[in-house]
């Protein structure tokens, strides 16, 4: 890795672990970085959010979405789902698809207010935790 690649896994390393009760180990985070696109919105040369998403024919499916703790409610999380969804319309692609824990309320309203629908349930879909999630959906 590259001194400024070093420098943004460290970031989004240490933005995972704040950000998700199972945050990704290193060796997960860096298999991440050769298999999906990435995302980021910096701020004075930090990583302050990212999205890791993959393209799937005609959807981009969002793999890993989240913003530094002291950055949310600045809209950041809108500037990067803001990225992506143009990113999408750019390549014509017809949706957007993601998946989350049916307890993350929080995100589910986020995702709500770009027009993301609730596609449907998939039991035991994580390993561990709150194992159910939702497939979410927004058309294009």
Same mark, same amino acid.
């Given at each position: ?13 240490? #933005?995972?672990? *704040?950000?998700?009760?199972?945050? $990704? %180990?290193?060796?997960? /985070?860096?298999?991440?970085? !050769? ?48 990225? #992506?969804?143009? *990113?999408?319309?750019?390549?014509? $692609? %017809?949706?957007?698809? /993601?998946?989350?824990?049916? !307890? ?37």
């Amino acid at each position: 890795m590259s001194k400024i690649s070093q420098k943004i896994f460290s970031e989004i390393l240490e #933005i995972d672990q *704040k950000s998700f009760k199972y945050s $990704l %180990t290193p060796k997960t /985070l860096g298999s991440y970085f !050769s298999k999906f696109h990435l995302l980021t919105i910096r701020k004075n040369k930090k990583t302050i959010a990212y999205a890791f998403h993959q393209i799937k024919k005609d959807r981009i499916f969002i793999n890993r979405i989240a913003v530094s703790p002291d950055f949310r409610r600045k809209g950041i999380g809108t500037k990067i789902m803001n990225k #992506i969804i143009k *990113k999408a319309k750019a390549l014509k $692609l %017809t949706k957007i698809r /993601l998946y989350t824990r049916i !307890s993350n309320v929080r995100a589910i309203t986020f995702y709500q207010k770009f027009n993301f629908k609730k596609n449907k349930k998939i039991e035991k879909y994580y390993p561990r935790g709150e194992r159910s999630a939702f497939v979410l959906e927004k058309k294009l």
